[in-house]
Structure formats: C-alpha cells, structure tokens
C-alpha cells in the first residue's frame, strides 16, 4: 500500500484480496487511506465495471441507484425520512422484504438495518460547528428540514434484496468508520458500540458500500440474498468503503 501511494498519490480507490480483514485493516489504518475494495475472491471484469460506473455517478449528490444489483424490471420503491416516525414505517417495509425474499439472519441484520436507519437522522445533522449532533438519538423529531431528510431506497427480485440509505450530511470521517469496523473484527471491540452497525451490516450482507462525499452525503448500498456471500462458512463479503 505504501507503494501504491508513493506511484499513484491521486489514487481513488485501492483494491486488495486478502484472506482477513486483519491483514489489510492494519496498513489502510497506517497509511491512511481509507478508500478501498476489500474481498477474499479475485476481482472480475463485471465487478470492476460496476465499481466505476458507481465511483463515476454517485459521487455526487444523486442517490445511488439499484439497477446494477437488480434488473430494470425490478420493483424498487424510493422514499423519504421527514421525521422520526418515518424510520418505523420504513425499516417494517425493508424487514418485510428481507422475510419474503427468504433472506436468513434476519434478527442480527434487522438490528443493523434499524441502527442505520436511526444514525442517518439523529447523526448526520450536525450544528453550527459542523461536528455536534443536532439531535439526540431517540427524541421525537416531528419535522425535519428538508435538507435533512434521508432517502431509502430498496428492492428485490429473484430472492435478492437492494437497499440504500443516503443521507445529505457526509459529516462521516471515513478512517473512524475504519478504525471502529477494525476494532469489531479483533477482540478490541466486544464492548464497543460504535461501529457496531457497520460491523453486522458488512459481515450479513452479500456487499455492503459506504459512500462517503464530504459535505454531500453519507450513503450505504447493501445487497443481501438467500444464498449471499454471508451464508458462506468461512468467507466474508466484499467491503468498498470511499
């Protein structure tokens, strides 16, 4: 990575295979470069291709889209956080969709779901400061502004299920999204809160992307199947973080 960096220091995104977080976490961490595609399996070409088409359009304000996971023809609903009593409504729609596609591990992931869900409202607005939150985490918000409002978006066909959240905030420091998923895979963060919901929702999802543009927004895409990369013994899904 060192050298990665030395060559190419405009580099948007360092790809690596390894067999364990462990050993990649640790020099991304180092370097501090927390741009990266992580997975156990080869990188192929439609997976390469898919990658730069969402570096080229979503790094921008626009929300994500799931036409490359799902086919046009896939029924995908989009729609708003405007206040704190849209995340029930919203995450019982999602959850509904995981139990129908036949999606396993539904109890850990809907944790994960719901905590992220909440996070893109209560900790994506901030105050004048640009780093307190404006809201404390649980209390009835009856009104959002409307550039806090959250967009979700998901979808399923054939047994997979496509679900993006994206906040307007991108007040999100990429190496402490790091840093906290680093200290869950080791024994460091048993006790630890923070980072939990990124930890489930990356170690039960077929992919997870944390898309991250400063000032714009914070988006994650989650992909999840009966027969994902999670039900695998032994092997853990792919993990872009940018």
Do not use: C
């Amino acid at each position: 990575m060192h050298t990665l960096q030395q060559s190419f220091p405009h580099s948007r995104l360092i790809g690596i295979t390894s067999q364990s977080p462990d050993i990649y976490l640790p020099l991304a961490l180092e370097t501090e470069h927390y741009s990266l595609l992580w997975q156990q399996d080869i990188l192929n070409p439609h997976q390469l291709a898919l990658l730069l088409d969402e570096i080229t359009h979503y790094t921008t304000a626009e929300t994500a889209s799931l036409q490359p996971y799902l086919s046009a023809d896939a029924q995908v609903t989009t729609t708003l956080i405007r206040k704190s009593d849209d995340i029930a409504r919203i995450f019982q729609a999602i959850y509904t969709l995981l139990k129908e596609g036949g999606v396993q591990e539904t109890n850990d992931l809907s944790t994960a779901l719901m905590e992220a869900l909440t996070n893109s409202v209560y900790h994506a607005p901030k105050q004048a400061d640009g780093v307190t939150d404006k809201y404390k985490k649980g209390e009835p918000l009856e009104t959002l502004l409307p550039e806090e409002y959250v967009t979700v978006r998901y979808g399923s066909e054939n047994g997979r299920v496509g679900i993006v959240i994206s906040d307007q905030g991108g007040k999100l420091p990429p190496g402490l999204v790091m840093k906290a998923m680093s200290r869950h895979w080791g024994e460091d963060g048993l006790l630890d809160t923070d980072g939990r919901g990124f930890y489930l929702m990356h170690l039960l999802s077929e992919q997870l992307t944390i898309r991250i543009v400063p000032n714009v927004k914070t988006e994650l895409v989650m992909i999840h199947s009966q027969t994902g990369v999670s039900n695998r013994d032994g092997l853990r899904p792919p993990l872009i973080l940018y």
